[in-house]
């Protein structure tokens, strides 16, 4: 592993998709800023870490082995932008899903994530939900 994947917006990073990969949202709180805002290019709106929180711990029961794929990453100062697929099986169907997304994560001086923007395809992740 190479010094740029030890580094520390990443592994912030791989705490989110722990949560998302789990179902369990707990860890997010510690990941976030407590007044940092998260943002969605599919319906331009803005979320609150537990609104957030809560979105990760339903898409557990959408979605069945969520997995981040082919994450591509780098770190810039002051964040970090990443981009990834997120498969996973449609509990419903049982489809196999996968979801083209890219984040941009800013990095405040505590060392916690203050704005994270999310670029996904609205028609890939209207069949993440039931």
Wanted: charge should be negative; proline fraction near 2%.
């Amino acid at each position: 592993m190479t010094d740029e994947h030890r580094h520390e917006y990443i592994q912030l990073l791989d705490r989110i998709i722990a949560a998302a990969e789990s179902g369990d949202a707990t860890d997010i709180f510690e990941v976030y800023a407590p007044d940092a805002q998260i943002w969605h290019n599919h319906d331009d709106r803005v979320q609150t870490v537990e609104q957030n929180a809560r979105l990760l711990t339903r898409m557990a029961e959408w979605v069945a082995d969520r997995r981040y794929t082919d994450r591509r990453i780098h770190v810039f100062e002051g964040g970090v932008v990443q981009q990834h697929v997120l498969r996973g099986t449609h509990r419903a169907s049982g489809e196999e899903l996968a979801m083209n997304a890219c984040v941009v994560a800013l990095v405040g001086e505590d060392g916690r994530i203050t704005r994270l923007d999310e670029y996904i395809d609205s028609a890939q992740a209207a069949r993440f939900r039931p």
